[in-house]
């Protein structure tokens, strides 16, 4: 699966959209990104995947340029229950499922 | 919405000793779950594939005599700590894909404290 870099950490203001970039720039055809987040202490909580076109649901946008090699994951109004560690995965969506965590981005979203 | 349980939430035992945790999925079967471990300030580390009816699958590193995997039915994988120590403390997370095979749902995590 590729690899993929995060910043380690960024800020939002609440009510603020928040932007979570990531690069996966040896992404192959076949592979999908996906986004997990994991509040503080808890288990990790699917947000979204897509694979080459634009997403959304009721959580999050996930917007994946032209060429593949880099994704954004927008929470439109972020509030503080969106403070959390933000993983960026990609992987091919008929492997054995097996996901493999990077460091992620801490999101802080400040009042 | 698909669930995955853990028991227990959190368990402290004695250097030496075994500790059994839980993964239960609650409302749908998993022929497949993975077992997760994560230390203070780092990322989660797949540790093994459980499967139902067979051998776990363990990732490079992982001891596979003392961390026992049991897959017994469709909705149950134990996760074993044989002999525990100190060193093993950490917070364990399982997590089961629901059938579909693009999302994964996790259980709410093990902190096992080894004194």
């Known amino acids: 699966d590729a690899k993929t870099t995060q910043p380690t950490s960024m800020d939002c203001a609440e009510g603020r959209a928040a932007n979570l970039p990531c690069n996966h720039s040896?992404?192959?055809?076949?592979?999908?990104v996906y986004w997990y987040r994991q509040i503080h202490s808890q288990g990790p909580q699917y947000i979204i995947h897509g694979l080459k076109n634009n997403e959304t649901n009721e959580m999050a946008s996930l917007i994946i340029t032209e060429d593949r090699k880099s994704s954004t994951l927008i929470l439109p109004h972020a509030t503080l229950r969106d403070t959390a560690v933000y993983y960026c995965i990609v992987r091919v969506s008929s492997n054995t499922g097996k996901l493999i965590f990077g460091q992620g981005t801490t999101l802080q979203v400040k009042p | 919405g698909a669930v995955v349980s853990q028991h227990p939430s959190w368990v402290i035992c004695k250097s030496g000793t075994s500790v059994k945790i839980e993964c239960r999925s609650l409302d749908f079967q998993a022929t497949t779950m993975f077992w997760y471990r994560q230390f203070p300030k780092q990322s989660l580390m797949l540790m093994a594939t459980s499967n139902e009816g067979s051998k776990a699958t363990y990732e490079q590193g992982v001891e596979k005599d003392k961390f026992l995997i049991n897959h017994a039915s469709l909705t149950l994988s134990t996760l074993t700590v044989t002999s525990a120590h100190p060193e093993d403390s950490s917070f364990y997370i399982c997590?089961?894909?629901?059938?579909?095979?693009?999302?994964?749902?996790f259980g709410p995590g093990t902190r096992l404290t080894v004194t």
């Open positions: 040896t992404i192959s055809g076949n592979e999908y």
């Open positions: 997590s089961a894909p629901p059938g579909t095979a693009y999302e994964q749902y």
